[in-house]
T-cell receptor, first 116, second 108 residues
Framework: DTAVSQTPKYLVTQMGNDKSIKCEQN?????MYWYKQDSKKFLKIMFS???????INETVPNRFSPKSPDKAHLNLHINSLELGDSAVYFC???????????????FGNGTRLTVT | KNEVEQSPQNLTAQEGEFITINCSYS?????LHWLQQHPGGGIVSLFM???GKKKHGRLIATINIQEKHSSLHITASHPRDSAVYIC??????????FGQGTRLTINP
């Protein structure tokens, strides 16, 4: 069973479109995250949700909006896509907040977004 | 200067060699993750530690919070260890700050 699953795996779209990436975890974790990995392979936190409540919102354009309908899901909606949004987006989850020792991160397999 | 510096950035070794990857950070942290990113792109958490040393199989991670330094060691390296290894200190309770990764290639 996949612990953290993201869909789609690949997403190719044109500038200006609106798209969503879905994430679901079946681990019963309370905290979920979205990370972005750019073309230079740097990972950066975008959002963190704990029990459906937004905890971290880094300096991400407001075209990006996370939505957490329940603890097991954290979807990422992106409006008016731009070329610079091309990256790999990773969803992750942990039982507690990421700084709590003994609460490891579990990552999804990533969604490669290409904006043309 | 990045908040997190890993060295080396690239490392190629022969099977069986002892591998060390270093991570230095400038921010105050509560703990640190070591992550492994496979060639296919998937990311796995190897260790989370806040002090001392942890061992899992052939992998050993150490951290010195006062010196702001952590190391990841691989004993008896194997080609399947080939991956990118990422150091990720935790600022405060919630925020991971990522190193740029060390690309490790183990040749048979």
């Amino acid at each position: 069973d996949t612990a953290v699953s993201q869909t789609p795996k690949y997403l190719v779209t044109q500038m200006g479109n609106d798209k969503s990436i879905k994430c679901e975890q079946n681990l019963g974790h309370d905290t979920m995250y979205w990370y972005k990995q750019d073309s230079k392979k740097f990972l950066k936190i975008m959002f963190s949700y704990n029990n459906k409540e937004l905890i971290i919102n880094e300096t991400v354009p407001n075209r990006f909006s996370p939505k957490s309908p329940d603890k097991a899901h954290l979807n990422l909606h992106i409006n008016s896509l731009e070329l610079g949004d091309s990256a790999v987006y990773f969803c992750a989850s942990s039982q507690e907040l990421v700084g709590v020792v003994g609460s490891p991160l579990h990552f999804g397999n990533g969604t490669r977004l290409t904006v043309t | 200067k990045n908040e997190v510096e890993q060295s080396p950035q690239n490392l190629t070794a022969q099977e069986g060699e002892f591998i060390t990857i270093n991570c230095s950070y400038s921010v105050g942290i509560s703990a640190l993750h070591w992550l492994q990113q496979h060639p296919g792109g998937g990311i796995v958490s190897l260790f989370m530690l806040s002090s001392g040393k942890k061992k899992h199989g052939r992998l050993i991670a150490t951290i010195n919070i006062q010196e702001k330094h952590s190391s990841l060691h691989i004993t008896a390296s194997h080609p399947r260890d080939s991956a990118v290894y990422i150091c990720a200190p935790i600022q405060g309770a919630q925020k991971l700050v990522f190193g740029q990764g060390t690309r490790l290639t183990i040749n048979p």
